[in-house]
T-cell receptor, first 114, second 116 residues
Framework: EPEVTQTPSHQVTQMGQEVILRCVPI?????FYWYRQILGQKVEFLVS????????KSEIFDDQFSVERPDGSNFTLKIRSTKLEDSAMYFC????????????FGDGTRLSIL | GENVEQHPSTLSVQEGDSAVIKCTYS??????FPWYKQELGKRPQLIID?????GEKKDQRIAVTLNKTAKHFSLHITETQPEDSAVYFC???????????????FGKGTLLTVNP
């Protein structure tokens, strides 16, 4: 069964540094998402992406965040200047179409900011 | 925006018993309701979903019911097994007005423990 893959599985970074989290969505999927989950809490939406542009973003997704689809397979989340509160699990998800379609999640990247 | 409430936050059952987790949502335009199972340190895994044109859907020991009038939906697990122990999240989607993409708003999760 096709899966969403994410790298790295764990990223440790000093506060203020830039990080890039990488995702390879399922190949025939057109809609891509980033979510985050702070330890012990619920999954929170960050951003959705379709047709090479952001469709929607949450209030969490401020100017420090950006997303990109640099080629036909990768989908990246960049945090420009990390803060302690950015420490969380970041999940990438993709769906084949939009409304009423299942979103499939990757295994996540655990981001630890020191 | 969508608001999703989930109850209970923890649920402990004996192996073989049934478990029921309930969620309510606020946006009457929501039309798709997935349930995810998340084991410790792992991805949310879609286990069942329902669309608003049906009231119930079953997949072996798992079922989901939807009451659109009351804006609530429930997950039912029968004949629970220890491997069902995990955190279960309900979710509801809502795109921005006129938008074509749908984010998922998750409930806070239910920690289900099945005791052998």
């Amino acid at each position: 069964e096709p899966e969403v893959t994410q790298t790295p599985s764990h990223q440790v970074t000093q506060m203020g540094q830039e990080v890039i989290l990488r995702c390879v969505p399922i190949s025939n999927h057109l809609y891509f998402y980033w979510y985050r989950q702070i330890l012990g809490q619920k999954v929170e939406f960050l951003v959705s992406f379709y047709n090479n542009e952001i469709s929607e973003k949450s209030e969490i997704f401020d100017d420090q965040f950006s997303v990109e689809r640099p080629d036909g397979s990768n989908f990246t989340l960049k945090i420009r200047s990390t803060k302690l509160e950015d420490s969380a699990m970041y999940f990438c998800a993709s769906s084949e179409r939009t409304a009423g379609q299942p979103q499939h999640f990757g295994d996540g990247t655990r981001l630890s900011i020191l | 925006g969508e608001n999703v409430e989930q109850h209970p936050s923890t649920l402990s059952v004996q192996e073989g018993d049934s478990a029921v987790i309930k969620c309510t949502y606020s946006d009457s335009a929501s039309n798709y309701f997935p349930w995810y199972k998340q084991e410790l340190g792992k991805r949310p895994q879609l286990i069942i979903d329902i669309r608003s044109n049906v009231g119930e859907k079953k997949d072996q020991r798992i079922a989901v019911t939807l009451n659109k009038t009351a804006k609530h939906f429930s997950l039912h697990i029968t004949e629970t097994q220890p491997e069902d122990s995990a955190v279960y999240f309900c979710a509801a989607p809502r795109g921005r007005s006129g938008g074509s993409n749908y984010k998922l708003t998750f409930g806070k999760g239910t920690l289900l423990t099945v005791n052998p």
